[in-house]
């Protein structure tokens, strides 16, 4: 994707700074930086922090934060010891899990002075892996937007509701629900996106509406609670969300808020189709409900919210009353029976479809697995 017509990938490898670098995600939109990566706890910190976010990104920065650990220590205990601390970082996202375990399944068996120059390779195949499989996403997920701009009546757009970021800056590039808007978008399809601002760290207002900006897709950024209403009067086409991890039968955990657009696109008839690439998949897992850990984050994040003041001064202010703690779950899972379609890799599925993905592998499945 292009920001101001440059191409970026979310993360890279920068040779003469000897480091990964990512964009800066805390830093947007106001300001476009980078951060350089050195070391696994850099890295970890980058993940905890959510410098980086989206489950895909998580899983590429993790992989390269266990090449950049072994370059100065790649004995077992210490591929292991590296490995676990990662995993440790964010507990719902499960790429997280899928990149260390493709990386572990190639290094175990190498000696140590193989170890280092092996798992660059490997987080540099997982980075480029990862864009063939948004890119698929969102050619796959092109027909349901033109299905509903063909069935769109008297209306001349087609009004799509997202939640969170599930675009290029949630993975390496392309993203996963909004691949299809922007292909889409490109086709001359006369797309809006209806986007949730998404509190309490407002990934919608501040991530989605920057990056539709950049692309010129048009867009309307709309309170969390807004969507509902949206949908009774008939203003929401479709809705299409993301994923940090997906069970074998379709319950989908994705940003807290997602599960109540889930229900509201069910009552009103609305699509309601989740886009992934099938290493969010856990095949370890079938009741959603009762399996996927979800995160506790700080209740900081709900008590305050971030801004710029009058005088354009990036500002950190209470808005609960003052006492009052706060809870700050950060996903919820929707069940399988209110998502309509599962937009992947290998097509659009039903959730009962799904298993399907079981039996074909992503290319870094097939060498490291």
């Known amino acids: 994707m292009k920001i101001h017509g440059t191409h970026y990938r979310s993360i890279w490898w920068d040779a003469a700074a000897d480091g990964v670098r990512v964009i800066n995600q805390l830093a947007l939109p106001f300001a476009l930086d980078t951060v350089l990566i050195r070391s696994a706890d850099q890295a970890a910190h980058a993940i905890r922090t959510m410098t ?40 719902t996202a499960v790429n997280l899990r899928y990149a260390i375990e493709v990386a572990l399944a190639q290094l175990r068996p190498l000696s140590p002075a193989q170890r280092a120059t092996a798992a660059l390779e490997i987080a540099a195949q997982l980075a480029d892996e990862d864009v063939a499989l948004c890119h698929a996403i969102g050619q796959h997920g092109l027909p349901l937007i033109e299905a509903a701009w063909a069935n769109r009546g008297t209306r001349e757009r087609v009004n799509i509701l997202t939640h969170c970021n599930a675009g290029w800056l949630a993975t390496v590039d392309w993203g996963t629900a909004l691949a299809p808007i922007y292909a889409a978008h490109d086709q001359g399809i006369p ?64 940003k807290i808020g997602t ?25 370890r897992m079938d009741d959603g409900l009762r399996e996927i850990p979800i995160e506790e984050r700080s209740g900081d994040e709900v008590l305050t919210v971030q801004g710029l003041d009058a005088q354009n001064t990036l500002r950190s202010v209470r808005v609960a009353a003052p006492g009052s703690p706060a809870a700050n779950p950060a996903f919820d899972v929707t069940p399988a029976r209110l998502v309509t379609s599962f937009v992947t890799e290998r097509g659009v599925l039903e959730p009962h479809a799904l298993h399907t993905l079981r039996r074909q592998k992503t290319p870094a499945q097939k060498t490291h697995i």
């Open 52 to 91: 980086v976010r989206g489950a895909p990104l998580i899983g590429i920065t993790a992989a390269y934060g266990l090449a950049l650990a072994l370059r100065h220590d790649a004995s077992d205990p210490a591929l292991e010891q590296t490995a676990h601390g990662l995993l440790a970082t964010r507990p």
């Open 191 to 254: 797309v809006h996106v209806w986007v949730d601002e998404t509190r309490p760290r407002n990934q919608g207002a501040l991530l989605t509406a920057l990056e539709l900006g950049w692309h010129g897709v048009p867009h309307t950024v709309v309170a969390d609670n807004a969507g509902g209403h949206l949908m009774q009067r008939g203003d929401v086409g479709l809705c299409l969300v993301g994923a940090d991890r997906v069970t074998t039968r379709g319950d989908t955990a994705n």
């Open 259 to 283: 599960y109540l657009k889930a229900l509201a696109a069910f009552d009103n008839g609305v699509g309601f189709h989740v886009a992934l690439p099938s290493p969010t998949i856990d095949w």
